[in-house]
């Protein structure tokens, strides 16, 4: 819930396997009657690639929002000046994590999630990897203990609808709503609209 507050939501897209939950959130934000100020996208080249592969797509090219090469490291979200209010990265590989974690930034989508977590802005990885070593999970609660949100990709299954797609929006609901978006008649359990 954004509480009148101007969302700027940057989406960061890795190489992990789960391009269906970033084409999910794309499509929800433009959806939603209370759209983020600003959203940009920076998808990494393994992003592209993995795009392609699961989506048979190339339809990243042409999204209705401003795109950054990861390799730009002059683009807006290098700087905490550019005033993103929030970052998803998703799907986020652990060699992404990894990164984020160490404080080593060899691209934009890293450079962004460091300035994101050093201004104390939302920063939210969805995490698409199983199983989990020692390594991810200690490089997740370093992240964690800096301010940045783990949110793994792991949908509920509770939802009144049981179809893939609708149980993948949902999930994507619930990320840009800890994004700070408002989302209007998301489901909530217990909760009857």
């Not at 390594?135 to 049981?162: C, D, Q, W």
């Amino acid at each position: 819930m954004n509480n009148n507050h101007p969302v700027r939501l940057l989406i960061g897209i890795t190489g992990a396997s789960g391009s269906i939950y970033a084409k999910k959130l794309l499509e929800r934000i433009e959806t939603l009657p209370d759209k983020p100020e600003q959203t940009a996208v920076i998808i990494s080249e393994a992003g592209k690639k993995v795009w392609q592969y699961e989506l048979g797509d190339t339809s990243f090219g042409t999204l209705p929002f401003t795109v950054y090469r990861n390799d730009d490291l002059f683009a807006p979200p290098a700087s905490g000046s550019s005033g993103f209010t929030a970052m998803v990265i998703c799907p986020c590989s652990v060699g992404t994590l990894g990164r984020i974690a160490a404080g080593t930034a060899e691209g934009l989508i890293t450079r962004a999630a460091d300035v994101m977590l050093k201004e104390k802005r939302k920063l939210i990885l969805v995490i698409r990897e199983a199983p989990l070593n020692l390594i991810h999970i200690r490089n997740m609660e370093t992240v964690t203990l800096a301010g940045g949100t783990i949110f793994p990709a792991s949908p509920g299954f509770y939802y009144p609808e049981k179809d893939p797609d609708s149980i993948i929006g949902h999930f994507a609901d619930r990320v840009l709503e800890a994004a700070g978006l408002n989302i209007p008649g998301r489901y909530m359990w217990g909760i009857t609209r």
